[in-house]
Every structure is written in C-alpha cells, then in structure tokens.
C-alpha cells in the first residue's frame, strides 16, 4: 500500500476527480478526510470508500469561507491526530469573456479557486511543520498554462495555482513539506458529462483537439495525484505534472501536411 497509515484531506471529494482521488487514497491505505459543500455527494463517496473496507469520514465545508477552511482542518486533526496529505481540489468557474465577467464572478472565482488553496495550505502548513513532514498536492490545470476563450477568471487562477505551488515548494522544501501541482486536460466529470449531452458539438471539438482523441478519466488524474502524494515522490516538489492526452504539447497550429489529427 502506497499510502499505509497516512491521514489525507481532499476538497471538492464529493465528486469527480476529488471523488476519484479520495476512493485512491483510501485503497492505497490512507485515512481519508472527504470535504465538499455538497453533502450528499461527500456522504455517497465515504459511504463507498467504507463499504470497500476504507477508512472515510466526511467533513461539510465551504472553501470560499476560510472560517470553514480552519475548521476542516481542524476536524482532520482531532479526528485523526495529524495530517500528511492536503489535496486542495475543489473549484467554482464564472464563465464569460474578460469584457463581460462580473467582479462578483471574478471574486467568487478567486475566492474558491486561489484563495482557498493558500488558505488552506497555510493551515496544513501549522499542522504539518511541528512534525517535520507532509505533502500537499494542489489541483491547477493546463487552463493555468494557457489561456482560454471565456474562462479569462479560471486562467488567472489556475495561473496562480501554480505559481503558489512553486512558492510553497521553495519555501517549506527544508522543513519537510513538499508541495505540487497536477495540471489536468479535459476530464470526464460531471460538468464537462454534462456539456456533452447538452452542448455534444463543443465536447466533440475538445475531443478532436486532444491528440488522444478522447477525455481524461478522473482516475488517470487522481493516479497522478497518488504518485505526488505518496513518497515515492520524496524529491518531486514545486513541479506541475500534465496529464491532459497532449493537449498542451499542441501550439495550436494546423497541420501542415494537410492531415488531421486521426492521421
Ligand atoms: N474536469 C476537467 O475537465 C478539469 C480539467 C482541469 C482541471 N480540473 C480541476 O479539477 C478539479 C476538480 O474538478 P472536477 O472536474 O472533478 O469537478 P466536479 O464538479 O466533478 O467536482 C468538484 C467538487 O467540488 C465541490 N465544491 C465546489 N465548490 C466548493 C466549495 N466552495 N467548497 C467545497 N467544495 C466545493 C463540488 O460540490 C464538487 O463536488 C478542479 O480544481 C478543476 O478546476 C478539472
């Protein structure tokens, strides 16, 4: 077991790649925190990880208030005694182009998106130190590699996102705390399932874009996430790790051959 005896705390682990992530840690061994605003979610998926034979306990926060972010982790601890793992993973988007975005989307945006992250780092940060060790694994995406058309707010977040992870990582890298970010492409979860059954044209565009031809699975992310929680990944610290099909390895040029990406 690739996580034996360490105690794990994810956001946004009442579905998708949180969800994924959360039911993984706990397979690998891990006592697992599941935080989400959405209690039913959270509920279902500690309810499996428990009929799986894991150990799951469920925590209701909402991320973009950070007195519920000192409370989660404040759960964690006196739940579990400690805390080894952070996995800041939950997300709100406002979509729109940057001439029409609200300032109460961009706020709620960055509120969830970034400042949470740093939040709730600098208060695993507190639990961690006095033990010398702990990682910290941040969800970002390709989107903060990029930008895309309508998600101006989401870009500068997972920009962000990022670039905290490097701080972080230079930061803490003495001190036994190691932090790094996975950069998903487009994954099959709920709000892109969604997309492809009411706007199926737009997903059928994103899938021709990915060189691999089809969405990322939530378990090819929470996978990743495994590797640079676990200490198999004792000298991987301030990195982001891609896991997007090939999407970002793309300049977005046509091809010049004239032949397609199914060639
Ligand atoms: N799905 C993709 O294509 C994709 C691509 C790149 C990056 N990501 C990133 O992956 C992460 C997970 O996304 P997903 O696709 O699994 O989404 P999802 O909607 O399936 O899951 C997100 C979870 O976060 C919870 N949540 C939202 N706001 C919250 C808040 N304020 N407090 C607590 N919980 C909250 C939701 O209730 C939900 O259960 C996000 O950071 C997202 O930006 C996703």
Same mark, same amino acid.
């Given at each position: 077991?690739?996580?034996?005896?360490?105690?794990?705390?994810?956001?946004? !682990?009442?579905?998708?790649?949180?969800?994924? &992530?959360?039911?993984?840690?706990?397979?690998?061994?891990? *006592? $697992?925190?599941?935080? +989400?605003?959405?209690?039913?979610? /959270?509920?279902?998926?500690?309810?499996?990880?428990?009929?799986?034979?894991?150990? !799951?306990?469920? =925590?209701? *926060?909402?991320?973009?208030?950070?007195?519920?972010?000192?409370?989660?982790?404040?759960?964690?601890?006196?739940?579990?005694?400690?805390? +080894?793992?952070? =996995?800041?993973?939950? $997300?709100? !988007?406002?979509?729109?182009?940057?001439?029409?975005?609200?300032?109460?989307?961009?706020?709620?945006?960055? +509120?969830?998106?970034?400042?949470?992250?740093?939040?709730?780092?600098?208060?695993?940060?507190?639990?961690?130190?006095?033990?010398?060790?702990?990682?910290?694994?941040?969800?970002?995406? $390709?989107?903060?590699?990029?930008? +895309?058309?309508?998600?101006?707010?989401?870009?500068?977040?997972?920009?962000?996102?990022?670039?905290?992870?490097?701080?972080? *990582?230079?930061?803490?890298?003495?001190? /036994?705390?190691?932090?790094?970010?996975?950069?998903?492409?487009?994954?099959?979860?709920?709000?892109?399932?969604?997309?492809?059954?009411?706007?199926?044209?737009?997903?059928?565009?994103?899938?021709?874009?990915?060189?691999?031809?089809?969405?990322?699975?939530?378990?090819?992310?929470?996978?990743?996430?495994?590797?640079?929680?676990?200490?198999?990944?004792?000298?991987? &610290?301030? *990195?982001?790790?891609?896991?997007?099909?090939?999407?970002? !390895?793309?300049?977005?040029?046509?091809?010049?051959?004239?032949?397609?990406?199914?060639?």
């Amino acid at each position: 077991m690739r996580l034996k005896d360490k105690i794990a705390l994810i956001t946004g !682990a009442g579905s998708g790649i949180g969800e994924a &992530t959360a039911k993984t840690f706990a397979r690998e061994g891990a *006592a $697992v925190v599941v935080v +989400d605003l959405n209690d039913e979610g /959270g509920q279902r998926v500690v309810a499996e990880i428990r009929k799986a034979g894991g150990t !799951a306990e469920f =925590h209701h *926060a909402d991320i973009g208030k950070p007195a519920e972010i000192e409370h989660m982790i404040a759960f964690a601890e006196k739940q579990f005694g400690r805390l +080894d793992i952070l =996995h800041n993973n939950a $997300v709100f !988007a406002t979509v729109g182009h940057i001439g029409d975005l609200t300032l109460e989307g961009w706020q709620k945006t960055l +509120d969830v998106g970034l400042t949470a992250y740093w939040y709730a780092t600098k208060c695993a940060i507190g639990v961690m130190l006095p033990r010398g060790r702990g990682a910290i694994v941040n969800t970002a995406s $390709v989107s903060g590699l990029a930008g +895309d058309y309508g998600l101006g707010a989401y870009n500068a977040v997972k920009a962000g996102v990022v670039n905290i992870t490097r701080v972080t *990582a230079i930061e803490y890298a003495r001190k /036994g705390i190691r932090c790094n970010c996975v950069c998903p492409g487009p994954i099959g979860t709920p709000p892109l399932l969604r997309m492809e059954d009411s706007r199926p044209d737009i997903v059928g565009r994103i899938k021709e874009a990915i060189p691999m031809g089809r969405l990322g699975q939530p378990q090819e992310i929470a996978n990743v996430v495994l590797f640079l929680a676990s200490d198999e990944a004792s000298f991987v &610290t301030g *990195a982001f790790f891609v896991a997007d099909g090939g999407l970002w !390895a793309h300049s977005g040029m046509p091809s010049l051959t004239g032949q397609g990406p199914d060639w």
